[in-house]
């Protein structure tokens, strides 16, 4: 399984921007893809993830109602549509995967060893 995110950028608060992943290597359709982030000096946090079992998709309370995490199926993409920036949302973004994405994933989806492939991080700054 390979995984690409890019995206990242410079915006100003309130701002948007759309990070992708694109992804291959999955054998069957049954798969998790989550977006993690790391802020300087804090540890990496799940911020929304894709499970491809029934399309459902879970978000930390932080970024509920901003961000929008979406699978484009004729690109094997997942994107995250991020709204309303704020400073608090700087930090480098990952896209991960499980490949068995097993369980009640929405208590699960947090854990980053449940995640045995990253993309490398692309970094999101906001700033005025």
């Known amino acids: 399984v390979q995984l690409q995110a890019s995206g990242g950028g410079l915006v100003q608060p309130g701002g948007s921007l759309t990070l992708s992943c694109a992804f291959s290597?999955?054998?069957?359709?049954?798969?998790?893809i989550g977006w993690f982030r790391q802020a300087p000096g804090k540890e990496r946090e799940g911020v929304a993830c894709f499970h491809s079992l029934g399309g459902d998709t879970y978000y930390t309370d932080s970024v509920k109602g901003r961000f929008t995490i979406a699978r484009d199926t004729t690109r094997n993409t997942v994107t995250l549509q991020m709204n309303r920036l704020n400073f608090e949302d700087t930090a480098i973004y990952y896209c991960?995967?499980?490949?068995?994405?097993?369980?009640?994933?929405?208590?699960?989806?947090?854990?980053?060893?449940?995640?045995?492939?990253w993309g490398r991080g692309t970094l999101v700054t906001v700033s005025s």
């Open positions: 991960a995967a499980d490949d068995n994405p097993s369980g009640n994933y929405y208590w699960r989806w947090r854990d980053l060893k449940n995640y045995d492939y």
């Open positions: 290597g999955f054998t069957l359709d049954y798969y998790a």
